[in-house]
């Protein structure tokens, strides 16, 4: 790690994300179009508005225009692994029971790389 600060914590409060913990979590292209549909975004946000919203972004098309598999595919793979990773870096929680994601924590400087990456994509 760089021990560099970033946004979120830990889930342990163990404090600010290194920058390669950061990097990580945006190497990731369903995390970064989650990441961006969150940004900004009040919770609790659910599942099925998650998926529908990274659906439409990856996709590029409105989301009722994207197949069933395809969100469905996308739904699974953030209850399974991407939202989770994002809980356990301490951006969001996640309830998984409930399929919501009930507080997002979304700061500088990770902001500034999402404003970029919207930009860079689109």
């Known amino acids: 790690m760089t021990g560099e600060p970033a ?8 404090g600010p994300l ?4 950061v990097l990580t979590l945006l190497s990731d292209r369903y995390r970064r179009h989650c990441l961006a549909c969150l940004d ?5 946000v659910t599942l099925e ?3 529908d919203q990274v659906a439409g972004r990856e996709f590029q098309q409105p989301p009722d225009k994207v197949s069933m598999i395809k ?3 996308i739904a699974t793979a953030l209850h399974h692994t991407h939202l989770p990773k994002l809980e356990e870096s301490g951006i969001i929680v ?4 409930e399929g919501k994601v009930t507080e997002i924590t979304i700061e500088p400087p990770l902001t500034g790389f999402l404003d970029k990456i919207r930009r860079h994509e689109g």
């Open 7 to 14: 946004a979120g914590g830990d889930a342990n409060g163990g």
């Open 18 to 21: 290194e920058l390669d913990e």
């Open 40 to 44: 900004g975004l009040p919770a609790p």
């Open 49 to 51: 508005g998650l998926t």
């Open 71 to 73: 969100r469905t595919q």
């Open 94 to 97: 996640y309830d998984t029971d």
